[in-house]
C-alpha cells in the first residue's frame, strides 16, 4: 500500500531532549516536506528536500534539522525542544518537484514539550 | 508570497442542508495551483482537488463540487446534501512553480454536520 508513515504518533518528552522523529515514503517521491499544524494558523512548513542530499528551510525551520540520506527516509529532528514546539507535525511527500503535484501526507505525530 | 484566506472558521449546518466554504487567495504567479484538504476527527489529511491557473473549469465529484473564479481570486468548496461523515476540517491551499513548492494552508473552517 502506498503510505507516508511516521513513527511514533504520539510523543511527550520535557524541555532539552533531543528527539527524533521519523518519516518514510514507498512511492519513489522525490520530494518530502515537513509541516506544522497550529489551532488557527493552518499548515506551515518547516523544511523540505527535493531530492537526496538536498534539503532547505521552510516558512519555521527555527529549532529544526533535518536529514535527506535515503531517497525513501526524511527525519525531523529536534536538538533541544521547547514548549513553544508542542504541536501536531506532518511529513509529506509528492512524485515530482513541481508544484502542480499532489502532496501526500502522513498520519501525524502529536508532539507534547512540557 | 501567497496568502489563503479561509474567513469561516465553523459552520454547523443539520444533514442534507447543502453547504459552502469559502477560500481567498492571493498571489502574483501567473502560474499557481489550488488545493482542497480534509482533515476528519482521526487527523490525517486527505488529498480531494487540485486546480492549475489556467484551468477555470467548475468541477464536479459526486457531493462535492468546486468553484474557481479568478476574477475573485477565489475558489470555492460547496458540499451538496451534507452527510455526518462530512463533518471535518477543511483546508484551501496553494503553491507556486517557484522556489520551495510549499503549500500555503489557509487557516481552516471545521464543519459540523448535526444528524
Known amino acids: 500500500e502506498a503510505q507516508v508513515t511516521q513513527n511514533p504518533r504520539y510523543l511527550i518528552t520535557v524541555t532539552g531532549k533531543k528527539l527524533t522523529v521519523t518519516c518514510s515514503q514507498n512511492?519513489?517521491?522525490?520530494?518530502m516536506s515537513w509541516y506544522r499544524q497550529d489551532p488557527g494558523l493552518g499548515l506551515r512548513q518547516i523544511y523540505y528536500?527535493?531530492?537526496?542530499?538536498?534539503?532547505d528551510k521552510g516558512d519555521v525551520p527555527e529549532g529544526y534539522k533535518v536529514s535527506r540520506k535515503e531517497k525513501r527516509n526524511f527525519p525531523l529532528i529536534l536538538e533541544s525542544p521547547s514548549p513553544n514546539q508542542t504541536s501536531l507535525y506532518f511529513c509529506?511527500?509528492?512524485?515530482?518537484?513541481?508544484?502542480?503535484?499532489?502532496?501526500?501526507f502522513g498520519p501525524g505525530t502529536r508532539l507534547t514539550v512540557t | 508570497a501567497q496568502k489563503v484566506t479561509q474567513a469561516q472558521t465553523e459552520i454547523s449546518v443539520v444533514e442534507k442542508e447543502d453547504v459552502t466554504l469559502d477560500c481567498v487567495y492571493e498571489?502574483?504567479?501567473?502560474?499557481?495551483?489550488l488545493f482542497w484538504y480534509k482533515q476528519p476527527p482521526s487527523g490525517e489529511l486527505v488529498f480531494l482537488i487540485r486546480?492549475?491557473?489556467?484551468?477555470?473549469q467548475n468541477e464536479i465529484s459526486g457531493r462535492y463540487s468546486w468553484n474557481f473564479q479568478k476574477s475573485t481570486s477565489s475558489f470555492n468548496f460547496t458540499i451538496t446534501a451534507s452527510q455526518v461523515v462530512d463533518s471535518a476540517v477543511y483546508f484551501c491551499?496553494?503553491?507556486?512553480?517557484?522556489?520551495?513548492?510549499?503549500?500555503?494552508f489557509g487557516s481552516g473552517t471545521r464543519l459540523q454536520v448535526q444528524p
Open positions: 528536500s527535493m531530492n537526496v542530499e538536498v534539503t
Open positions: 491551499a496553494s503553491s507556486m512553480d517557484t522556489g520551495r513548492r510549499a503549500l500555503t
Open positions: 486546480r492549475n491557473s489556467f484551468d477555470e
Open positions: 512511492m519513489n517521491h522525490e520530494y
Open positions: 509529506a511527500s509528492s512524485l515530482g518537484r513541481g508544484a502542480s503535484y499532489e502532496q501526500y
Open positions: 498571489t502574483r504567479d501567473t502560474t499557481y495551483y
